[in-house]
Structure formats: C-alpha cells, structure tokens
C-alpha cells in the first residue's frame, strides 16, 4: 500500500465505537486500506490505548454517544491534558449537530469515501 | 375608782349622813332641852312674881290693917280684907308652880301656916281693935304678928332665894345649853354644807355621767343606724338567729333574698312562711334541707363557723310556682357569744354569687359556642348548633333568622320541648311573619340594633296577633322576655338571633343584651371567617389546581420532550447505527468486489436489529401514548412455549449454553406471542449481559394460583443505582461498556407485558449474579378488552 510507508511510524488509527457493527466494518475497510487498527468501545478504552500506545495513533476515529464514558468526555480530557493538539480526532457521530467545535465531523451512516480520503490526508 | 368618784360616793354616803343625823337630832334635842331651860327659867320667874304676889298681898293686907288701926278708918280694911280673900288663892299659885320642888313646897307649906298664923294674928287685932283695944293692948298682937310676919318674910325670901338660885342654875345651864346647841347647830350647819356641797359634787358626776351616757347612747344610736345603714346598704344578706332559729334581725338585702318586700315583713313572718317562699337545692340541683344550712351547724355548737353554696328558686306560695330563675349564695354561719361566753346567736350572711355563676356559666357556655363555632365552616349548621345551646343557659327559646336574598328566612329554632318547635312552625306557617313589620326580628333586620323587650305586656301579643285564633297560639308559648340581636357581618345584618324566656319566668336585662350580642359577634364573626376560609380555600385549591396541571403540563412537557429527545436520539443515533453498519458493509462488499458470507450475516443482523428496534418503539408508542400494550387471552402451555423461544436463541448464540429445567407444563390464559417476547427478552439479556463462560439458568414452577419463570446468569451485578429503575424506558447498559444492541426497551415492554397479564416482575441482582423472576396468574384478571399490538402495528 503507497500510503503505509509513509504512516510507518504513526499509522495506526483508533476506532472508539461502542456498536460492534459498525466498529468491526469500519477496521476492516481501514485495514483494507493498509492502516493498523485498534479500536475501543469508550471513551475510557480510548484514553487508555492513548496513555498506552499513543505515538502510534495517527487519527482517532471517536463516536459521540458511548456507555461508560462518551465522546465528548474524551476530548474535554484531551483538551485538560493538552493533547488535543498532538492527537488528530476525528469525531465520527450520527448527531453531527452536537458535535464539540473545532473538530472535524463525519455524520453516520458514514461516507466511507470521504472519511478514508480525510484518514489519507492525515496519515 | 377615781378619787373624785370616791368622794363623790364618801360626801353622799352615810359616811357622812350619819354623822349629820346624830349631829341634828343631837342638836334638836338640846333645843328642846334649851326649850325646857327656858320654860324652867321663865317659870321661875313666875313663881318669883307669884311669890312676890303673895308677899304683895300679904304687904297690902299688913298695910291695910295697919292704916286701920293708925287711922280707925275702916276704908283701910278694905285693902286688908282683899288680902286676906286673896292670899290663899296667890298662895295656890304659888304651890302650883312649885309643886315639883319639894324644898319649895315644903316652904309654902310653911308660909301658909305662917300666913293663916298671920291672919289670925291680924283678925284678932282687928277683933282686938274693935272691941276697943289700943296701944298697948294691941301690942302683943302686933308683936306676934310681926313675928309670923318676921318668918314668913324669912321663908319667903328663903323661897326667893331659892328661886333666885335656881333662876341662876337654870340660866347657867340654859346659856351652855344654847351654847352646845349652837355648836352642835353649827357643825350640823358646817357638815349640811359639805353635804351641800358633796351632793352638788355628786349631782354634777351624776349630770356629767348622765350626759356622757346620753353622748354614748347617742354614738351608740349614730353607730347603730350606721351601722343598719351599712347593713341595709350592703349587697349581701344578713340575719340574726337566736338558739331556738328564730330570726331576730335581718338586713334588707336578706329579706329581699328570700322574697319579702321588707325586713319587719320577713320577721314578722312565721317559719313555715319563710320556708314556703323559696325552693333550696345544693350545687348539683338536689334538694337541700333547711336542717344543711350552716347555722343550724353553728347553733348546735358542732361547727365553728361554716358556709355553704346553694341553689334556690323563688316560689310564689300562693299560686304555687317559681317565680324567675334559679339564683346562687354562699352562705355562710358564724357563732355569736354573750358577755359570758355563751354562744346566744347564729350570724349568717348571704352572699349572691348567682352573678359570678352566671358569668362563669356564661363564660364556660361562651367558650363551647365558640369551639361550636369555629367546628363549622357550613354557616347554617354553624347558626343552628348555637340556637341548640342556647336553650336552656340563655333562653328557653332560640329562633334563627338569616336575611337571605332580601328575604328573612327562619334557619333554626331550638327549645326543650319539641311539641313547642312545632306549634312554632305552626304559628310560622299559618301566619307568615310580615317583612315591613315594625316590630321584631324585620325591625332589628332594619335598624341593625338589638332589641330587648324585658316584659312582654299582653297588649303587644294583642297587637302583634292577626287574629283571635293567632293571639291563642301566641299566647301558648308563654312569653314573658325578649330580645333580638343582629348578626352583623361588616356592618351588615346578615341575619338575627332572637332569645325568649317562656316558661322559667326568667326576665332579660340590659347585660344579656350585652351578652347575646358578644354571642352573637362570635358567631358573625365565624360566619364571616367560615366564609374567609371558603374564599381563600377555593383561591388555594384553584391555586393547587393551578399549580397541579401547572405541574403536569410541565412534567408532560418535559416528558414529551424527554421523550421525543430520545426518540429523536434513537431514530437519529441508533437507527442510524445498523444503518451505518449496513451501509458500510456494502461499501466494504463492494470494495472488496466479494459478496463476503460474514459481510452478509452482518447485513441481516443489522436489518433483523432495526426491525426490532422499530418494532419496540411501536410497542413503546403504543404504551405510552395508546394505553399501554395489549394482550389476546388464550389457553397457552407456557413450557412450549418457552422451549419454542430457547430453540431460536441458541441458533443465535450457538456457543452460549442455556439450561431449561421444566417443571410441569402449565396451561394458562395469555398471549403467546407476548409471552415469548418476554422470555426472548429476558434470556436473551442474560446471554447478552452474563458470563460468557457460564450457562444461562431458566426454570418454570407451578404453583396453586400462579406460574413462575426465572431466569438466571452468572456476571457481573446490576448496578444498585440501575437496579430501582432498570424497568424504565431506555435504560440500557452493558457489562463491559460496549453499546447494547438494543435501545433500552425491552424490559420495559417486558414489564408492560407481564402487567397486562395482571403478574408481577422483579429482580435481584448480587455477585452471586442476576435473576428476573416472572409470576403470571394461572387464571388471568379479566381485563377490558384493548386492540392487539397486531392491530396497532396493522394500523
């Protein structure tokens, strides 16, 4: 894959989507597109990966309405610990009009299209 | 005994009188002894002048004798011859005053020898010298005769010494008589004057007593008529018994106590008169002896002093009936001892405390009208309570009227006697009172100013009655007093209490007045509070409605707008999830240029879930917005169908190990699709949400009335939190965080469902795991009719 070189050090991308259907096609189309993927099914999964591998992640892929801890508390966390700016988020939510300013948004049921050539430009 | 009463009493004793007496009767005597000596004295004087008489005539008869014989002339004779008549008698004189000296009469007796000696002498010189003899011849007659006359001049001058001597004795004796008397004379003199004088003093002690007695008895009779005057004046009653109980005195207020128009009247009066003009009863209104009242106590000497309260009723003993109502004393006795201690009389007072009773009736009967009162907020049983009480504290008769519309009506009208209320209604309804009458309730209904009519006369009956048979129905209530007195309610006459005495002769004054118009305040007052209370009462409960629908439009407000939130969060967000799935999935397929098998089992799976979810959000439309789910009752065996279920999910979950202990099959009244949604849902949580490695647990049992469905996995707990509302609508979560795959309703429509069959669901939830227990009435609670879901969804 022509884009895998040049995300070799920071390619992975990390879905945090708590429906499985979604969460499972959307890794395998990334994967189909040559990008390492880990997901999560919250927001607390989601920092944890973060804490744990973050200089892998390239993009996070980050739905809005999840259990436990959900999208928007992702980012207000991001945003107290100042790695916001270091972590490319892409919110990925069927309720685009609620979605935190500033971030990029993608309205479900996703263009695919749009979201891969958007993980592209980034990764 | 003060000194000048001493000698007031010496100076008027016999101290002194004594004394006097013998001093007087001593001196009276030496008077008459004086007397005596002055007699004695003068009869010696006589009996010297009768002496010298004598000698006189005896010198005149010498004379005479001798001039005859000196001259011869016989004329000279004649002088002797008187003497010689006369000298015997002068003689007698002599002895007659001096019988009672013996020295004397023996000397007279002989001087009358001398003299008769001397006479014969002298008759024989005469008879000498007419015969002739002279000179010589008669010499020794002269000689003899001078002899006798010699001796008889001795004895007489004897006698007249000896009267002269006696003359001197009895002058001596008279003058130191006289002096004794005199004396004695004085000293009586000196002790009249002290007598004078004592009894001048005495008469002025006596004089000074006797007008300081009459001081005293005039500031006794000042006293004594102040004293009735206070007596008379005082409220209380006072009279005086002697032992036997007679009365011996009595104040005007005691007479007028016991109804006698005066104090001489009630004393004048026999006992059983007095007794027959009142009726005695104790303070429970028993009966009372005469014998109670204390001073027959204090007579017998069994009490010191004692007192009473009682009751009585004055009578008139002529017509024999009461006369006004019942009055109140406390009597009181105390005992009355005379100069010696003995107790001679009983005092009583009697004190009218009918005032202070009747306050206190009044006050008590006060307080329970305005607990009556205020017991009420309905004005019209408000009024016809205190028209009940009223009778008998303040009336015998109540009446009510209430100013209604501009029309009077009668609310309430109370008296002891029923059979009276009804002749009331009788004279109401055969003579319907006159509005614009000036008299009565219409006039107080007019001048909002109570009237008091303290003695009905019978010429106001006559002029109130219309006719002859009305003035007899009138004049059978018996009414003696009246009064009127409005109710009035911010000035204006809302109605007006009317008090009459009939029977109990008893008369109003102007304090009942007073009294029914503070009632009657009370009683307007609570009216005009009842009608406060009413207002503000339907303004607060207009409020609470208010507020209430206020409240429930707020909360269907929010509700709707909760709900339509997640309704719009569920067409919006997990609608949109499969779809995604399934759109995504198709991207994927179409990239891949493969028609993938897992690819397609994810397409059906998402189609299977909306289908699903639209389906539970029908049964949820349906719940909430079309009353509630519905059931169709038929015959069902719950295991099979229960099996039916457990068949379905284990082809879904074909590594999941469910375990069904059936009990005996049970045939109950149920929908049988409903029922298996249920079970779906339970069983299908419990694959879902329990261990993975642990099987999930059904069981069915039979009971008498009921079957029961359990359904069992091991894991994690519900949360407590979660636990009181995991039947709500959309509460839904998943062990491990991840979103669940459904929106949350169904153990809500499972609640719903079982409801709808009348049977209970619930759940425990420890570390041991989780149970939802299903109790379903084997013979179902008939319910109404309500469209099927099938319908609904036809729909």
Redesign the interface.
Known sequence: MTHGAKAAEKSTILIVEDEVDSRETLRELLELEGYKVRTAVNGREALDTLAAVGDEICIMLLDLFMPVMDGWQVIDELKATGRLSSTQVVVITSASHRAPAGIPVFQKPLDLEKVIKHVHMVC | MTTKRFFERWLSGPALWLPLALLLGWAIYSLSNLSNATVSLRHTDKVRVAIERLRSTILAGETGLRGYLVAGDPSFLYAYRVAALKWPSDLDAVQALTKDNADQEERLRHVTQLLNERFQILAETLAAFDTGARGDQLKPFMMRGNRVMERTRATVDEMEDQEARLDLIRQEAATRRWQVTMALFVGAAFLSLLLLTGLQFQRRGVEARRHQAELVTQAIDRERHVLQAILSGIDDGITLQDRSGKLVFANASAARTIGFSSPEALLAAAPEEITSRFRLFDETGAPLALDSLPARQVLSGSAKEASITVRYRLRDPVQDRDLGEDRWSHVRAYPLFGPDGDLIQAINVFQDITDDRRANERRSFLAQAIAELSSSLDYHSTLSSLARLSVPTLCDWCAVDVVDGGRTNRLAIAHVDPQKVALVEEIDRRYPPDPDSFRGVPQVIRSGEPLLVASIPREMLVAAAKDQAHLDLIERLQLASFMAIPLKVGGKVIGVISFAMAESGRRYQADDVAFAQTLADRAALAIENARLFREAERSRQALATQLVDETHRRREAEEASRFAETFI?IL??DL??????????A??ME??GIFDQAAVR?IQ??TGRMSSMVAQLLDLTRSRLAGGITVERRPIRIAQVILDVLDELRRSYPDREIRFEEGDDDTLLGDQDRIAQVVSNLVGNAVEHGADDAPVHVTLSRREDSATLTVHNAGRPIPTDLLPIIFDPFR???A??????GLGLGLFISQQIVQAHGGTISVTSTEAGTTFTVNLPRVMVPEAPIPSVADTLAT
């Open positions: 969060g919006g967000h949109r999830n499969p779809l995604n799935a399934i759109s995504m999935t991207t994927l990239r891949k994810r799976r998402s839904r979560t998943t491990r965080g991840e979103r669940a795959r």
